[in-house]
């Protein structure tokens, strides 16, 4: 049986570009980044959320304590 590390790969590589994304200055195009987070985590299987939430939740919350205003509503609208 072949395991993929791709969605290994996407964990590791989801705070730098959630990161890259809090250097962006045009709000629909952070909007697009946070909609393939979001994409992302709704493709793990829901009993492994316990163990990829940190990672991608607290990337996205940093970016929302950094960003404020409608980004922060928006990232708290989609973690709901």
């Given at each position: ?7 290994n790969v ?51 919350e940093k ?12 990232i708290a609208?989609?973690?709901?």
């Open positions: 049986r072949k395991t993929s590390i791709l969605p996407g964990l590791q590589a989801t705070p730098a570009f959630v990161e890259y994304l809090g250097k962006l200055s045009d709000d629909a195009k952070i909007k697009a980044g946070i909609d393939m987070v979001i994409k992302f985590r709704k493709q793990i299987p829901e009993q492994y959320w316990q163990y990829t939430d940190p990672a991608l939740k607290g990337s996205l970016l929302a304590q950094d960003k404020g205003g409608d980004i922060a509503t928006y609208e989609k973690l709901k």
